[in-house]
Nanobody, 117 residues
C-alpha cells in the first residue's frame, strides 16, 4: 500500500490549508484512514481518523477547526485545516489500515505544515 500526501505549505496563523492523501489500493479495502503529525522533539500524535463508514475521530486540540473527509472514488482522504495556529506546525503523515490486516499501519511520506505567527 502506498500513500501519497500533499498540500502542506506555509500559512499565516488563522489561515487554512487542505491536505490530500491518495491511496494505491481500492477504497473498499481500507478500513480506516487518518492523519497524524509530528513536531520537532515531539512524538507522532493522532490528528484525525475516518473509517470506511465515515465515522470520524479528532484530537481535542483540533476539534472544531479541522475536518477529515474521504472520497472513495478517488481513493483519497482530505484534511481541511482552518484557523491554523503556530502549534499546528508539524510534519503531517497520512495513515491507513486495511480490512485484511487491521493491525498493520501504512504511512505516507509526510507533508510539512508551517504556521507563522
Amino acid at each position: 500500500v502506498q500513500l501519497q500526501a500533499s498540500g502542506g505549505g506555509l500559512v499565516q496563523a488563522g489561515g487554512s490549508l487542505r491536505l490530500s492523501c491518495v491511496a494505491s489500493v481500492t477504497a473498499s479495502s481500507i478500513y480506516i484512514m487518518g492523519w497524524y503529525r509530528q513536531a520537532p522533539g515531539n512524538q507522532r500524535e493522532l490528528v484525525a481518523t475516518i473509517t470506511s463508514s465515515s465515522n470520524t475521530n479528532y484530537a481535542d486540540s483540533v476539534k472544531g477547526r479541522f475536518t477529515i473527509s474521504r472520497d472513495n472514488a478517488k481513493k483519497t482522504v482530505y484534511l481541511q485545516m482552518n484557523s491554523l495556529k503556530p502549534e499546528d506546525a508539524a510534519v503531517y503523515y497520512c495513515n491507513a489500515r486495511l480490512f485484511s490486516a487491521s493491525t498493520v499501519n501504512y504511512w505516507g511520506q509526510g507533508t510539512l505544515v508551517t504556521v507563522s505567527s
